[in-house]
């Protein structure tokens, strides 16, 4: 079924907001509002009013209305159903492929953008599995338990979204990729035991890559300098590094030299608190092996 979502805003990760709406000044905005005139064109040409055509492809009236013009952005499945109901003889279904990186959320796009440029990301994360680290089945846990509640369109769109940035471990030249993780985030059974038991035997999968690493900050440390909250670092191809951080209903990128200066300080001692790359290889190994 497809339900018009109801562009909730709350979320833990400000990286992945929800919702099919286009952003205030998000730059895909003309890819949209072309794809939309197109739609329009053939409806228009066969006759059919915009309840008769949403009838069709068995979506609402008003999506019909916001997708023509250029307020929401179409999903591969809206465009392949209206081929067919239009006769398009595919140039509709065509047109998937520009709106691929539109689909999803523009802070999503933002951050891809900057992960895409990154030649080394460290980040740490204190209460879940990062999102470049998680499988499918765990993200969609993730956003399954969200309060308010998304609709099933919204959960497939935010797993899609952030399954996409997982190409950066398909990038050559491949970038450093290191990663601090708390160890509770290794044991908390996020969707069950069988979906933790996946994502642990994917986290030790990644972490054998060559340009990857994965450590673990046990839970018995005394000293940690990480207890302000999770954070990630980019450093750019033109040599600036960026710090993202996200927190409730927020996220921020911060750029001001003293502050990531500082992000990087704690990151380093972070990195130095916890376990090393191998001996978390192990202690993952043996979570695994009691789950």
């Known amino acids: 079924m497809n339900a018009e979502s109801g562009g909730k805003d709350y979320t833990t990760d400000g990286a992945d907001a929800p919702g099919w709406d286009l ?31 949403g009838t069709r492809i068995r979506y609402s009236e008003n999506l019909v209305y916001k ?33 691929a990186e539109a689909r999803y959320p523009k802070k999503v796009r933002d951050l891809a953008k900057l992960e895409g440029e990154a030649v080394e990301l460290g980040a740490y994360g204190n209460h879940n599995m990062h999102g470049l680290l998680q499988t499918a089945e765990y993200t969609r846990a993730l956003f399954d338990m969200r309060s308010p509640s998304y609709s099933e369109d919204e959960i497939e769109g935010q797993v899609a979204a952030r399954m996409a940035r997982q190409v950066i471990f398909e990038r050559r ?3 450093l990729l290191t990663f601090v993780l708390e160890e509770v985030t290794l044991r908390r059974p996020i969707g069950g035991r069988l979906v933790l038991r996946r994502q ?7 972490a054998q890559l060559r340009h990857v690493s994965v450590q673990v900050m046990p839970t018995d440390r005394e000293e940690h300098a990480g207890m302000g909250g999770q ?57 695994l092996g009691e789950t």
């Not at 952003?23 to 009013?49: F, H, Y």
């Not at 921020?252 to 090393?276: F, H, N």
């Open 23 to 53: 952003d205030p000044g998000d730059d895909s905005g003309a890819v949209i509002e072309m794809v939309g005139r197109q739609v329009k064109l053939w409806r228009t040409e066969a006759g059919l009013s915009q309840a008769e055509f």
């Open 67 to 99: 997708v023509e013009a250029g307020k929401r952005i179409p999903q591969p499945d809206f465009l392949d159903r209206a081929d067919e109901a239009l006769g398009a003889g595919g140039k509709l279904a065509a047109m998937k492929k520009d709106v």
């Open 173 to 175: 030249p491949a970038p």
């Open 200 to 206: 642990l035997e994917h986290l030790l999968e990644v």
């Open 231 to 287: 954070l990630q670092l980019l450093k750019l191809r033109d040599g600036a590094t960026v710090g993202h951080w996200e927190a409730q209903l927020s996220s921020r990128l911060v750029s001001d030299p003293r502050e990531v200066q500082i992000l990087e300080m704690r990151y380093g001692m972070i990195r130095a608190q916890a376990l090393t790359p191998r001996e978390s290889l192990a202690f993952i190994e043996k979570l």
